[in-house]
């Protein structure tokens, strides 16, 4: 089955109906539930209309309002319409939330249980019930208006005394997901509480529906994918990369290049106003590179760990004192490194073939200052960003590690030539 | 409860320990067995050694395993010593695999069934085992020599009809990880398959042990955040941002900068090739920042994009091809849009305020031309460095996106004046 699955995402889409037409009867089901939701679109759409149901019907009410939500407009009403009354309605309700809330997350095909039941009727009824639930790990005692009153893992039912009720079995405050709740924060609980599912409810405590913990695996995939993207620079893309479009990537791409890009012009203004200088000691500009670039990859650094700790929930918006002095610290030793190396690469090159002329010494000296000013800025601006965005109520990753660079470039510039002409009066300038 | 968890994850050991001791019985436990296995190991070793048993006790096999992993070497053995025969015996089994692999994920004690028993049987001997496993959720069916024939979800034993046996409706072949199979790769099976539990098989398809998806949740954010960190130019720290040691973590932080620093070096020393270039045409050197950070962020996005593709098996060795072309006409088109802006930033700048001499014109040309060039020298380079990593048997994850801007500085650089010899000649240079 991996193997046909692999083979699969490598196919075109003739192909690929060619090769489900092709699949045993007995695998081709297995088959069908395994792929991802674009894909079996993509196959729905390709069959015959009064084909189309069968497979349809087979999904689940959430895998079903997923397929159906990235159909094109014109095509849901239609591909709705296949579906059994029951299970339309249940997806009609799931469709009306975003596809990255709890709500769009949730099946409604949870297994419900009254508290005063006794452990025996539980077992019973659940195994009535089984063949339409999308899991029986988990039952939900609910009282006569559907509140949610308390959970029990069908292992502990399993293990308890046949003649207790389920009130007495059953956990009361359970973890429990709001209809709204963003995905992300819904993962947290799945990874906090080593939980198989989580009840959803709304806001009067009425369960609507459970995330299962399957779902879950694909979703922190997705987000960390996402927030990857976004720290290269780019937004992020929707699709896998070879299957999404050339010019919807391009311009997902050349979006933030062009932003970046018209940034980093204001280091070509930056150096116009150091134009003199380096016309007076060309050997300034020879290490314009490697200082802005130290900015930049300190500055990478510093914002890539806060972005992850804070998406994580390792560091949060209050702890941003702690971060800062932290980071200047760091800043202050990775700075003091990389001038020991840069100060030294200078003398020893100066001292085998004298490229920098007789003011070697001062060079070096002016090269070792700005490169310590230049990563203790990049370290602290790097890791200060995600707070200040996220403060502004915006995405931290977004703080992508080229706007930084971008950011720290032009800095890093004025660092280098205030420290070169203080350093350099009366010798070079 | 997540209250609870959020302010332990911000407070001194003392404090922690006084926090633990403070709560109420009813919650204690299930406090513990929330807490990721480092902060499980504090609270244990803080504890006299009277009061370590109950709490080492409580955790599962898998669990107890990696608390004991982490320990100091000396405080090993005398913790394994808190554990029953029973225990003990399962636990030093699942030391001996690696902590990323199936076989250190796993845990021993899952739901057997034969083959041959009834349904009937097989859910009233999976009733008086539930408070010893792991899960009952999934039961496997072994023959006489412990090999998988198998595997019967609980769901569907429980729909079955009682008096069929385990072998009728059970499914064979089913999906199975082996011992040695890294975490990333189970990780995926899970996301292909739906799965709430794999079964881990030896060589023989013996059957070890079973890993369950809330422990995926873990490793699925655990290896997204080591991409992260290394696609930010560091080695990926071990432990939590606010926990690791200062020292710990700059180091893991210094090698790489240092690394990228001396590579970077190399742009003091092909700048010094054109030092002549520059002395006669320093509006040369204003551009410099701007073409090799535009290599730079092209570099990152390819690179960026390739790797976690890659990571998440969307692209594989052999798609190398396929992404040599796209990436090929993307730096096509990316580079022609920086060309444009970076040339009219130009033109419009001369046309109002001169600052660029009479020979702007060609100054704009050479600005282009070598954008196009670097940006598409960039997004190769970064798109091309993961495959070559991974073909040498690296992970393309170290090919992290300051790494491909350091490598597309210097080239850059080479690119830039090159154009500018060609171009400039008979003008400037």
């Known amino acids: 089955m991996d193997e046909i699955l692999e083979t699969w995402s490598h196919l075109s889409s003739t192909e690929r109906m060619a090769m489900f037409a092709a699949l045993p009867r007995g695998q081709v089901d297995n088959f069908f539930l395994d792929l991802p939701s674009r894909d079996q679109l993509e196959i729905v759409l390709a069959l015959p209309e009064d084909e189309r149901r069968i497979w349809l019907r087979l999904l689940a009410p959430d895998d079903a309002a997923d397929l159906i939500q990235m159909a094109p407009a014109d095509e849901r009403a239609r591909l709705l319409a296949e579906l059994d009354t029951v299970a339309q ?47 029986i790990y988990y039952a939900y005692a609910l009282d006569d208006s559907q509140r949610l009153a308390g959970v029990v893992s069908f292992r502990s039912l399993f293990a308890a005394d046949r003649h207790r009720t389920v009130r007495d079995v059953m956990r009361t405050n359970p973890v429990v997901a709001t209809e709204d709740m963003d995905q992300e924060a819904v993962a947290k609980l799945f990874s906090q509480h080593h939980l198989l599912a989580v009840p959803v409810v709304d806001a009067g405590n009425h369960m609507k529906g459970i995330v299962t913990v399957d779902d879950i695996v694909d979703v922190v995939q997705e987000e960390a994918s996402e927030d990857i993207q976004k720290l290269g620079g780019m937004e992020a893309l929707d699709a896998p990369y070879l299957e999404i479009g050339f010019w919807r990537m391009v311009q997902k791409r050349a979006g933030w290049l062009a932003i970046l890009f018209v940034g980093e012009m204001l280091t070509a203004t930056a150096m116009g106003h150091y134009e003199e200088e380096i016309a007076r000691a060309v050997v300034l500009a020879l290490f314009v590179p490697l200082i802005i670039s130290s900015g930049g990859n300190s500055g990478s650094q510093a914002t890539t760990l806060v972005i992850r700790a804070m998406a994580i929930g390792e560091v949060r918006l209050r702890d941003w004192w702690t971060v800062v002095r932290r980071e200047f610290w760091a800043g202050l030793v990775l700075g003091t490194v990389l001038a020991l190396i840069g100060s030294s690469r200078i003398l020893i090159w100066q001292s085998i073939w004298k490229p920098y002329g007789e003011h070697a010494g001062v060079v070096a000296l002016t090269v070792a200052i700005s490169l310590l000013g230049v990563v203790l800025f990049g370290t602290m601006a790097g890791s200060m960003l995600p707070f200040v965005l996220r403060r502004a109520g915006l995405d931290p990753a977004s703080a992508s590690a080229p706007f930084v660079a971008t950011m720290v470039d032009v800095t890093g510039l004025v660092i280098y030539f205030s420290v070169a002409s203080v350093v350099l009066r009366g010798t070079l300038l």
């Open 89 to 135: 309605r249940e997806v009609g309700a799931l469709m009306a939330y975003q596809e990255d809330e709890a709500g769009g997350l949730m099946s409604p095909r949870f297994a419900r249980l009254r508290p005063d039941m006794t452990v025996d009727e539980a077992i019973a009824y659940l195994r009535r019930q089984a063949p339409q639930l999308e899991t």
